[in-house]
């Protein structure tokens, strides 16, 4: 593996996040003086670099305890996992977990938390933060995708962490371009990659917004050693086969009944449906069904929106899919009768 192409390289310098990164680097800044600090939410899509600015600042700081909820997934895992705490009961680890941080106060960098999947598992985790922070006053960074993770906290953990957010917009063109350069300076590869390799490589992946896109096609085509547009176009296609496969794989059974249902009745990037037509269909609570919705924003998939259709029809909202791109990719891997397609 080429060291600037793998999943745990860290920059020297992270390009186009620097007034991000400042934020972060406020919070241990204040927490070095006075040993508390605010309280963050980073949001930003995939590939948008959350994990990239948070590891770059907790290597510079060295003051933190990070813990990848997609290692935990659970509540109780991920509270033992900040000290590996070697006890039965989830209270007994709270309680010790809460005793070390007093001894031995740390920021906790909670990164991904939303592969903490099961609703109850979520609330629990969030009053278990609560209870930390009311106890320690310690600082605590949540880094996840979803951007109304805050809203979907019980209210009185909202009232208590009062995070601040710091968003990452999706990377356009020219700022892939910079990040692509900058990975491929010292490997030699100019007379494979020249400028027109490099603009198209980046206009490919500004798709989709994401350096983790850029960082993969450029990888895959120097192992391959093949680097003409045709390629670019098969290794990109193939990424984003794999990506729409491993996300209904990792959906809930409603959310895939859900997307399964809206495809079937029509909904496409320009033909839009509304939530009632789904709820009629799927026979489930007009609550739950405009909490998938939502869910499916927090995704980036869809697009929702409240219109008044006149006496008749009343205020609905009306769904749609974000783009062509999105549609087409989720409508080749679904099928109607209930199977991913895998091939």
């Given at each position: 593996m080429i060291e600037e192409f793998s999943e745990e390289f860290l920059p020297t310098e992270i390009l186009h996040r620097e007034e991000q990164m400042e934020k972060i680097r406020e919070v241990f800044k204040n927490f070095k003086i006075s040993k508390m600090g605010t309280n963050l939410v980073i949001l930003g899509c995939t590939g948008s670099g959350k994990t990239t600015i948070i590891k770059k600042v907790i290597r510079e700081e060295d003051n933190s305890i990070y813990i990848s909820c997609n290692e935990t997934k659970t509540c109780y895992k991920?509270?033992?996992?900040?000290?590996?705490?070697?006890?039965?009961?989830?209270?007994?680890?709270?309680?010790?977990?809460?005793?070390?941080?007093?001894?031995?106060?740390?920021?906790?960098?909670?990164?991904?938390?939303?592969?903490?999947?099961?609703?109850?598992?979520?609330?629990?985790?969030?009053?278990?933060?609560?209870?930390?922070?009311?106890?320690?006053?310690?600082?605590?960074?949540?880094?996840?995708?979803?951007?109304?993770?805050?809203?979907?906290?019980?209210?009185?953990?909202r009232k208590t962490l009062l995070p601040e957010r710091i968003t990452l917009p999706s990377y356009n063109a020219t700022e892939l371009k910079d990040i692509l350069r900058s990975r491929i300076k010292n490997l030699n590869l100019d007379s494979k990659i020249d400028d027109g390799t490099i603009n198209y490589i980046s206009a490919i992946a500004s798709r989709q917004g994401s350096a983790r896109l850029l960082i993969n096609l450029t990888l895959r085509c120097i192992q391959k050693n093949n680097f003409t547009f045709e390629y670019i176009d098969e290794v990109y296609s193939s990424i984003i086969k794999e990506e729409w496969?491993?996300?209904?794989?990792?959906?809930?059974?409603?959310?895939?009944?859900?997307?399964?249902?809206?495809?079937?009745?029509?909904?496409?990037?320009?033909?839009?449906?509304?939530?009632?037509?789904?709820?009629?269909?799927?026979?489930?609570?007009?609550?739950?069904?405009?909490?998938?919705?939502?869910?499916?924003?927090?995704?980036?998939?869809?697009?929702?929106?409240?219109?008044n259709l006149g006496r008749a029809g009343g205020r609905k909202r009306l769904i749609k899919f974000k783009d062509k791109e999105i549609f087409e990719g989720l409508n080749k891997e679904v099928n109607f009768d209930g199977k991913e397609v895998n091939n």
């Open positions: 991920t509270i033992k996992a900040i000290f590996s705490i070697q006890e039965k009961t989830h209270q007994r680890v709270l309680e010790l977990t809460i005793k070390k941080l007093k001894e031995n106060p740390k920021i906790l960098v909670l990164d991904e938390i939303d592969k903490i999947e099961r609703a109850d598992e979520f609330k629990m985790l969030m009053d278990d933060l609560n209870t930390i922070y009311r106890k320690t006053m310690i600082p605590i960074i949540l880094v996840t995708l979803k951007i109304d993770i805050v809203s979907t906290m019980q209210s009185d953990v496969i491993g996300f209904i794989d990792n959906i809930n059974e409603n959310e895939k009944e859900f997307l399964r249902t809206i495809l079937e009745l029509g909904c496409t990037e320009e033909e839009h449906i509304s939530a009632e037509e789904v709820e009629n269909k799927l026979g489930l609570s007009t609550g739950r069904i405009s909490q998938i919705i939502s869910n499916f924003e927090d995704y980036s998939i869809l697009k929702s929106w409240h219109e």
